[in-house]
């Protein structure tokens, strides 16, 4: 057989206590009031994101549907 080292591993654990989960609650109940206020702050950042994401979106809807369309003639 062969020879074993002498060292020992350690496990390590790691869990939440029950008095720090109020810092995920803390999070989730001011998280639509950051989104409103950051998006308020950042409307025209906000918009450059979100219109070209939109559109490209309901484009390929619309082609899609007009796929199903044309095949069902």
């Not at 989960?21 to 702050?41: C, G, N, P």
């Amino acid at each position: 057989m062969g020879k074993v080292s002498g060292y020992k591993l350690k496990e390590v654990v790691y869990t939440l206590s029950p008095f720090e989960h109020k810092i995920m609650t803390t999070f989730w109940s001011q998280f639509v009031y950051k989104t409103k206020k950051r998006i308020s702050e950042n409307w025209v950042n906000t918009l450059t994101l979100v219109c070209p994401v939109t559109g490209t979106y309901m484009y390929a809807n619309s082609v899609v549907e007009k796929e199903k369309h044309h095949h069902r003639m």
